[in-house]
């Protein structure tokens, strides 16, 4: 839970509104093909949003086995983690999500 929080936070600060400029919608910020191909049909339903991203995130641990590199790719995408040999990307924007979102899971996780 502290993780998915976390995440949660870091993307959209809880607003089921949220749109980027790269265009993922809602808490978990679902890009549109995510979205689709995690069964969302609409992303700005605080439920399906969460559901989907939080299946999302459940792959990308089960994948890397590792916290930082599945918040690589749930930022960057898997193709860039790969494209860098299983590390964090060398993307200012995914080094700062990960480390945001690390700090914010260590303050959930001591208060949960």
Request: no cysteine; charged share 15%; hydrophobic share 40%.
């Given at each position: ?8 936070s870091a993307e959209s600060g809880y607003n089921p509104q949220a749109v980027s400029r ?91």
């Open positions: 839970p502290a993780f998915l929080h976390a995440v949660i790269a265009g993922a919608v809602g808490i978990m910020q679902l890009m549109p093909g995510t979205a689709k191909m995690l069964g969302v049909t609409n992303s700005y339903d605080l439920l399906q949003n969460m559901e989907g991203g939080a299946k999302y995130l459940r792959g990308l641990l089960n994948q890397y086995n590792s916290k930082i590199l599945a918040l690589a790719a749930y930022n960057a995408g898997p193709g860039a983690v790969k494209k860098y040999n299983n590390q964090i990307p060398p993307y200012r924007e995914t080094q700062d999500y990960v480390k945001k979102v690390m700090n914010y899971y260590e303050t959930y996780r001591q208060n949960m």
